[in-house]
């Protein structure tokens, strides 16, 4: 379980660094040194430490005339990211309803971040006995249908720069995958069928089937079906796989 961090564990360089940050973003014009220090009653070379790394950073730009400091083109590219992410949460909404409703499991929505899974949206099956995954939940994604579908459709630079040779992986079940070398074989099998299953990989007793949404620069999420094992089997999973791949496409297209 996560550690509960109390307020006095919080990290003052950051706070200071967003007290910056949101201070320049309310001013909307240029800013010095001083008049930042004024403002947030920090000291002049603790400003300037953190202008230099959001300067080289491009966070911040400073105008060599005024040496002033304003917002960097930085932020803007974090805000589109996040703004793509909720457009992308927007258009799956209503297939993942429909996947939930013509399967009465779980449908997922997900993107990956370094080696995990992120949970971006999730509807939740209307049976009592169903999977409880919330927006945000995080997995390793060498674990889940989900996870592997992902990284099956990155490029072998990406996956050599995310996974070592020599590190060993993770195990939450007696059924994960523990070795790369294993891992490598299960991705290439899910490039060439096009979907990944999860048996019981994540958490006993349940099972899952993923498939790949793609962009135009190649894969950008992917989404799944989520069940119980003892209502959900492998049977079922099959039943389901044309639809969800049917879906994927559909949303795919619109990216």
Known sequence: MEKQLGKNERIKSIDKTLDLLEFLSVNKQETGITEISKNLHLGLSTVHRILFTLKSRGYVIQNLNTKKYRL???????????????????????????????????????????????????????????????????????????????????????????????????SLTSKSISSLEELKKNLKRVRKQGYAVDREEYKIGINCIGVPVFGRNGVIAAISITGPASRFTIDEMGKVKDKLMTISKEISNQF
Do not use: M
Request: charged content about 20%; overall charge negative; aromatic content about 6%.
């Open 72 to 170: 960097g083109i930085r932020l803007f590219t974090l805000g589109c990211a996040v703004q793509n992410t909720k457009h992308l949460v927007e258009i799956t909404k209503h297939y993942l309803r429909q996947l939930s409703q013509n399967t009465n499991e779980t449908a997922n929505l997900a993107i990956l971040e370094g080696k995990e899974v992120i949970y971006l949206d999730t509807i939740e099956s209307s049976e009592i006995l169903r999977t409880e995954i919330i927006p945000g939940t995080r997995t390793p994604a060498h674990c889940t249908a989900l996870g592997k579908v992902l990284l099956a459709f990155i490029s072998d630079c990406e996956f050599e720069n995310l996974y070592k040779s020599d590190e060993p992986l993770s």
